[in-house]
């Protein structure tokens, strides 16, 4: 073991990544993950807290301090344990959290020098996370699950646990919701997303694709024959810029370019979904977030002659993690920022040719204590594109909710829901994007953990 | 889950009704709601128009016209084959009232998304006339059901070989100072569309479109489908497909259909509007 001297000494391990070069021209995983060797000496650098702030700043409290000495003692399999008591799905975690707004954020190591890599080492032990077995006794209770997204898995897991009998019902033909249409292969293999599901395949949730509640059954179908439901459907709703020409050939929302290429496969060569050829082309995206980085990256490994993202704001503001836009430049991606579009432009075919930009500054912080973006008055610039992918957001799809009057809506079509997850009507719950809005993955396994004890509390009483 | 292909029939040269077990949309399914299909493991997912649904039984039916890849794949199919995937009943359902008197216009295989239309306003005690227009007579599609709900059924060719030589738009023309309409419905290709709401412009007769943009996902998730109606950007799968045809920017919405017309020539070859 290290003294504490010599742990302050020792520099961050490296996370191994394909090089820029070569990871540009395929949908590979980007970050190669610890080997053994690695964990451990990274684990070791951990100054082991008392006290410590990471895990206050967890959304889902894993014992962080915990896993690591378990860690650095080589004991993967305990540390495993650790993890999964708080998280349901840390391989995944590992990969997508904001670590640096969150628990590495807050590590004591990195007021100084370099946080522990924690995300990095949730994704290793993930892997020593023993497979699941069905609950031991049955509740005989029947609990319906609508959306397969991270809450709606979380959700499935616990009460599966719990000896429920659980079936998870999704629009798409495919299961994982943003996991596998929106976040790339080359961030989240989706080999990684399907283990997750194969998990409670074993413990015996019930999977059925192609069913969209709202439009077949409805929700008070599903409470006949189902004792409680959890409504984890998301925000899958995209926001457009509303500005001249987004109806151009050549315009996509981000869910829908990331939907071709993620949950179609268009960048297959015998995928049967097409995707515009931008091969030596100009790309523009709109949006500082991770679904702009995600279709930034995603072009350049489609070929575009370039990728420029434009954000409204500066660099300091980019919601994006921060992994995520290093990882962005390094493979080429110009960030335009303190810009904001105008109008699309579009030759006689209805093609897109450019964009127009409006220069911006930083005004006065709004309600959110973010500075607000003021346009500099007359400043502004036409660039070619052929490619404009707009990326400023999600809002929830009002599909279930239109067509379940009944249930209490806020002001942004998000549903209100009390601190257990449970909606206005009895014996229906509901987490993640739904009720935050476009948030994280972890917001939204937790809230899915959070609802699952409520229903189960509703099922068979504390 | 899978969905088997209970039967299939021939209707016209390329074009195959096909009769399929959905449950689930069977059920609760209505006059022109969609579903979206995949043909094959790699496939694109399409949308196509239920024509007939029995909930009793637990299926619906679809009618395709082969245009390309997928569709023709499609058409390759027979009983005891499977789609591997089958989602709905998506979309909002047609608006049924009783208008008075309907002009139901149907072109190519739009009069199979319009023929649930007919019977649904007919059960409403409406008079339906069915006009269905073809390029020339083998491809005429469903006028024996037609007239089973139409008071008058016009039949119309581009060639003349049946029924009125000429279009749809001709014919509607000549109804509307021959008989008051109340109302018209008008499904097929864009150009047949935009005539049929030319032509009912003037008088201002309400004129409902089921438009036919490219579909992704159809629950409103991708924005793929969105059309101008009206100045405002609405998604089809979920705020259509049906549309007042006189606030339609057909422009763009022909413009947005011919997106993939390079992929589709190098790729493969395929229209993407499978019910054009
Ligand atoms: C491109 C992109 C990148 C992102 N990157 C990150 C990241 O790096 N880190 C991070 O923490 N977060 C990221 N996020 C946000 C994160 O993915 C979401 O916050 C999270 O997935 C929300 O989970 P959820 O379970 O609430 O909903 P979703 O994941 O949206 O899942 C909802 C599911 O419900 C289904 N559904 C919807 N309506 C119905 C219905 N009526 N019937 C049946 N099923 C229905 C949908 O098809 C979908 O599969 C990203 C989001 C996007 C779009
Ligand atoms: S098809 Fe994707 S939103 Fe309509």
């Given at each position: 073991?290290?003294?504490?001297?010599e742990?302050?000494?020792?520099?961050?391990?490296?996370m191994?990544?394909?090089?820029?070069?070569?990871?540009?021209?395929?949908?590979?995983?980007?970050?190669?993950?610890?080997?053994?060797?690695a964990?451990?000496?990274?684990?070791?650098?951990?100054?082991?807290?008392?006290?410590?702030?990471?895990v206050?700043?967890?959304?889902?409290?894993?014992?962080?301090?915990?896993?690591?000495?378990?860690?650095?003692?080589?004991?993967?399999?305990?540390?495993?344990?650790i993890?999964a008591a708080?998280?349901?799905?840390?391989?995944?975690?590992?990969?997508?959290?904001?670590?640096?707004?969150?628990?590495?954020g807050?590590?004591?190591?990195?007021?100084?020098?370099?946080?522990?890599?924690?995300?990095?080492?949730?994704?290793?032990v993930?892997?020593?996370?023993?497979?699941?077995?069905?609950?031991?006794?049955?509740?005989?209770?029947?609990?319906?699950?609508?959306?397969?997204g991270?809450a709606g898995?979380a959700?499935?897991?616990?009460?599966?646990?719990?000896?429920?009998?659980?079936?998870?019902?999704e629009?798409?033909?495919?299961?994982?919701g943003?996991?596998?249409?929106g976040?790339?292969e080359?961030?989240?293999?989706?080999?990684?997303?399907?283990?997750?599901?194969?998990?409670?395949?074993?413990?015996?949730?019930?999977?059925?694709?192609?069913?969209?509640?709202?439009?077949?059954?409805?929700?008070?179908d599903?409470?006949?024959?189902?004792?409680?439901?959890?409504?984890?459907?998301?925000?899958?709703?995209?926001?457009?810029?509303?500005?001249?020409?987004?109806?151009?050939?050549g315009?996509?929302?981000?869910?829908?370019?990331?939907?071709?290429?993620?949950?179609?496969?268009?960048?297959?060569?015998d995928?049967?979904?097409?995707?515009?050829?931008?091969?030596?082309l100009?790309?523009?995206?709109?949006?500082?977030?991770?679904?702009?980085?995600?279709?930034?990256?995603?072009?350049?490994?489609?070929?575009?002659?370039?990728?420029?993202?434009?954000?409204?704001?500066?660099?300091?503001?980019?919601?994006?993690?921060?992994?995520?836009?290093e990882?962005?430049?390094e493979?080429?991606?110009?960030?335009?920022?303190?810009?904001s579009?105008?109008?699309?432009?579009?030759?006689?075919?209805?093609?897109?040719?450019?964009?127009?930009?409006?220069?911006?500054?930083l005004?006065?912080?709004?309600?959110?204590?973010?500075r607000?973006?003021?346009?500099?008055?007359?400043?502004?610039?036409?660039?070619?594109?052929?490619l404009?992918?707009?990326?400023?957001?999600?809002?929830?799809?009002?599909?279930?909710?239109?067509?379940?009057?009944?249930?209490?809506?806020?002001?942004?079509?998000?549903?209100?829901v009390?601190?257990?997850?449970?909606?206005?009507?009895?014996?229906?719950?509901?987490?993640?994007d739904?009720?935050?809005?476009?948030?994280?993955?972890?917001l939204?396994?937790?809230?899915?953990?959070?609802?699952?004890?409520?229903?189960?509390?509703?099922?068979?009483?504390? | 889950m899978?969905?088997?292909?209970?039967a299939?029939?021939?209707?016209?040269p390329?074009?195959?009704r096909?009769?399929?077990?959905?449950?689930?949309?069977?059920?609760?399914?209505?006059a022109?709601?969609?579903?979206?299909?995949?043909?094959?493991?790699?496939?694109?997912?399409?949308?196509?128009?239920?024509?007939?649904?029995?909930?009793?039984?637990?299926?619906?039916?679809?009618?395709?016209?082969?245009?390309?890849?997928?569709?023709?794949?499609?058409?390759?199919?027979?009983?005891?084959?499977?789609?591997p995937?089958?989602?709905?009943?998506?979309?909002?359902?047609?608006?049924?009232e009783?208008?008075?008197?309907?002009?139901?216009?149907?072109?190519?295989?739009?009069?199979?998304?319009?023929?649930p239309?007919?019977?649904?306003?007919a059960?409403?005690g409406n008079?339906v006339?069915?006009?269905?227009?073809?390029?020339?007579?083998?491809?005429?599609i469903l006028?024996?059901?037609?007239?089973?709900?139409?008071?008058?059924?016009?039949?119309?060719t581009?060639?003349?070989?049946?029924?009125?030589?000429?279009?749809?738009?001709d014919?509607?023309?000549?109804?509307?100072?021959?008989?008051t309409?109340?109302?018209?419905?008008?499904?097929?290709?864009?150009?047949?569309?935009?005539?049929?709401?030319?032509?009912?412009?003037?008088?201002?007769?309400p004129?409902?479109?089921?438009?036919?943009?490219?579909?992704?996902?159809?629950?409103?998730?991708?924005?793929?489908?969105?059309?101008?109606?009206?100045?405002?950007t609405?998604?089809?799968?979920?705020?259509?497909?049906?549309?007042?045809?006189?606030?339609?920017?057909?422009?763009?919405?022909?413009?947005?259909?011919?997106?993939?017309?390079?992929?589709?020539?190098?790729?493969?070859?395929?229209?993407?509007?499978?019910?054009?």
């Amino acid at each position: 073991m290290p003294t504490r001297k010599e742990r302050l000494a020792m520099s961050r391990t490296a996370m191994p990544t394909r090089p820029a070069d070569e990871r540009r021209n395929d949908f590979e995983e980007v970050a190669l993950g610890f080997d053994a060797g690695a964990v451990v000496t990274e684990a070791s650098r951990c100054l082991l807290c008392r006290r410590p702030p990471c895990v206050d700043e967890c959304p889902v409290g894993v014992q962080i301090v915990d896993l690591i000495e378990h860690v650095a003692e080589g004991r993967f399999a305990e540390a495993a344990e650790i993890v999964a008591a708080d998280n349901s799905l840390p391989s995944i975690c590992g990969r997508v959290c904001p670590q640096e707004r969150q628990c590495e954020g807050a590590c004591v190591m990195g007021r100084k020098r370099d946080p522990i890599a924690i995300g990095a080492i949730e994704r290793f032990v993930a892997d020593y996370i023993p497979p699941a077995a069905p609950a031991a006794e049955t509740t005989g209770h029947k609990v319906a699950i609508v959306g397969s997204g991270p809450a709606g898995l979380a959700c499935a897991g616990d009460l599966a646990r719990a000896g429920h009998d659980v079936t998870v019902f999704e629009a798409l033909h495919e299961l994982g919701g943003v996991l596998v249409y929106g976040i790339p292969e080359f961030r989240l293999p989706k080999s990684v997303v399907a283990d997750e599901i194969g998990r409670l395949e074993a413990q015996g949730v019930a999977f059925e694709t192609d069913v969209v509640i709202g439009a077949s059954d409805s929700l008070d179908d599903l409470l006949v024959t189902h004792d409680a439901v959890f409504i984890g459907v998301g925000a899958g709703l995209p926001r457009f810029l509303n500005v001249p020409g987004e109806h151009l050939i050549g315009v996509f929302s981000a869910n829908e370019f990331l939907t071709r290429l993620n949950l179609m496969k268009a960048y297959e060569p015998d995928s049967e979904t097409p995707i515009i050829d931008i091969g030596g082309l100009p790309v523009a995206v709109f949006g500082g977030g991770n679904t702009a980085m995600d279709a930034a990256r995603s072009a350049v490994r489609l070929g575009a002659g370039s990728v420029t993202v434009f954000y409204r704001r500066s660099d300091e503001e980019l919601p994006a993690r921060r992994e995520e836009i290093e990882h962005a430049k390094e493979e080429g991606v110009v960030f335009e920022l303190l810009t904001s579009p105008l109008e699309l432009r579009g030759n006689d075919e209805g093609k897109l040719t450019s964009v127009v930009l409006q220069r911006m500054e930083l005004g006065e912080p709004d309600e959110s204590g973010r500075r607000s973006p003021v346009p500099l008055e007359g400043d502004t610039f036409e660039t070619d594109v052929s490619l404009a992918i707009v990326a400023i957001g999600n809002a929830p799809n009002p599909l279930l909710t239109n067509a379940s009057p009944d249930l209490e809506v806020g002001r942004r079509g998000t549903l209100v829901v009390d601190d257990g997850g449970a909606t206005n009507k009895t014996g229906v719950y509901a987490g993640g994007d739904i009720v935050t809005g476009g948030a994280t993955v972890i917001l939204a396994m937790g809230a899915g953990r959070r609802a699952a004890a409520a229903i189960n509390e509703y099922l068979v009483g504390a | 889950m899978s969905f088997a292909i209970l039967a299939t029939e021939p209707l016209a040269p390329q074009v195959t009704r096909f009769r399929v077990s959905a449950p689930r949309v069977a059920r609760s399914h209505r006059a022109g709601q969609f579903v979206i299909v995949r043909v094959e493991a790699n496939g694109e997912r399409i949308p196509l128009t239920v024509s007939d649904a029995d909930a009793d039984a637990g299926w619906i039916e679809l009618i395709v016209q082969a245009v390309g890849h997928t569709t023709s794949v499609m058409a390759g199919l027979g009983a005891g084959d499977e789609l591997p995937d089958v989602v709905g009943p998506l979309g909002r359902p047609t608006d049924v009232e009783a208008y008075g008197t309907v002009a139901v216009v149907g072109g190519g295989v739009g009069t199979a998304i319009a023929y649930p239309a007919a019977v649904a306003l007919a059960a409403e005690g409406n008079d339906v006339v069915a006009i269905i227009g073809a390029r020339t007579k083998e491809l005429v599609i469903l006028e024996d059901e037609m007239r089973q709900v139409a008071g008058q059924v016009i039949v119309t060719t581009d060639d003349g070989t049946k029924g009125r030589h000429g279009f749809v738009t001709d014919a509607l023309a000549d109804l509307i100072t021959e008989r008051t309409i109340d109302r018209v419905i008008a499904v097929g290709p864009i150009p047949m569309m935009r005539g049929v709401a030319e032509v009912t412009r003037p008088q201002a007769i309400p004129t409902v479109v089921s438009l036919n943009p490219i579909m992704v996902d159809g629950t409103g998730m991708c924005g793929g489908c969105r059309v101008l109606v009206g100045g405002e950007t609405r998604f089809a799968c979920v705020d259509g497909p049906e549309f007042d045809g006189h606030q339609v920017d057909f422009d763009i919405l022909d413009l947005r259909n011919r997106a993939y017309l390079e992929f589709e020539a190098c790729h493969r070859q395929e229209p993407s509007d499978a019910h054009a």
